[in-house]
């Protein structure tokens, strides 16, 4: 994590939860699910917080439906767009670096017959390059070669969970005296068997949670918004962690709990717009 001492820390370990890998096993087992019982798997945080999202952004950006450009950070089974979709918005594309998830939330699409308006592709923005090159594809156009483009922002940036998982991953810093062996090893581990370029396993040494904030606003266009529903970090914490890109917006409302004379909620959700 940031050595600022400014920037508030995470209070909690790095965990299985924060790899591609337990998410990858995990979408195995959703996508078995669904093809068996039709049950699209967990949503995050429950039901009230994604309608909350939705509603959001249906209350803000309901004028513009046709064209306003929307990017589900970490979709997993793509439940967002799915609602946003049925209120007539239809520009709507979902990443996530879990191809399993991206089977999953491509099945349901299809079966619900709208995938002519969601692209839901596997994508980890956190590794730049190559998001990039993605980025510019999706402004000249599926199946075009054409990179002299510039790359598409988009309007509208949602994670719910997304950056709670990134930050339960953490680098791992190998001694400079580590075997030739050693490093043979993670240069093997590094190469995508998927066709998915991480960041997880790339030769920086800077966490992914501080390149989150830096990457979405490369994302995002001018007047664009970002926003995060999260149950590891205040609202506070995510405001001074975001603070060199990204400004505070405005956030949702939720129920709120007091306890030792402090008030407090379960989840934040913060909208965020770029610092000018």
Request: net charge negative; aromatic share 8%.
């Amino acid at each position: 994590m940031s050595t600022d001492p400014s920037i508030p820390q995470p209070d909690f370990e790095p965990s299985k939860l924060g790899t591609k890998d337990y998410w990858d096993r995990v979408y195995d087992r959703e996508v078995a699910n669904y093809n068996d019982h039709g049950d699209i798997g967990e949503i995050w945080f429950g039901e009230d917080s994604a309608m909350k999202m939705v509603d959001w952004v249906e209350e803000n950006y309901e004028s513009t439906k046709e064209t306003c450009s929307i990017l589900d950070l970490g979709c997993g089974n793509g439940h967002l767009l799915l609602d946003l979709a049925e209120l007539g918005f239809e520009d709507l594309t979902g990443i996530d670096y879990s191809p399993a998830a991206i089977t999953l939330a491509r099945t349901v699409a299809k079966d619900k017959e709208l995938d002519h308006v969601i692209r839901y592709e596997a994508v980890d923005f956190l590794a730049e390059e190559e998001t990039l090159a993605w980025c510019t594809q999706q402004a000249a156009g599926q199946g075009s070669d054409n990179t002299d483009v510039q790359p598409k922002k988009f309007m509208v940036l949602l994670d719910k969970g997304t950056y709670d998982a990134i930050s339960l991953h953490q680098k791992k810093k190998h001694d400079a005296s580590d075997d030739a062996d050693t490093a043979d090893k993670d240069s093997e581990h590094s190469r995508p068997t998927d066709g998915v370029v991480t960041a997880e396993n790339d030769d920086s040494m800077e966490d992914l949670a501080d390149r989150y904030p830096r990457r979405v606003a490369s994302m995002m266009q001018d007047d664009g918004r970002l926003l995060i529903t999260s149950c590891n970090w205040t609202q506070a914490e995510l405001i001074q962690r975001f603070s060199h890109v990204l400004e505070y917006d405005s956030h949702l409302k939720y129920p709120t709990f007091k306890f030792g004379g402090v008030q407090g909620q379960t989840i934040s959700s913060v909208i965020f717009k770029k610092k000018t």
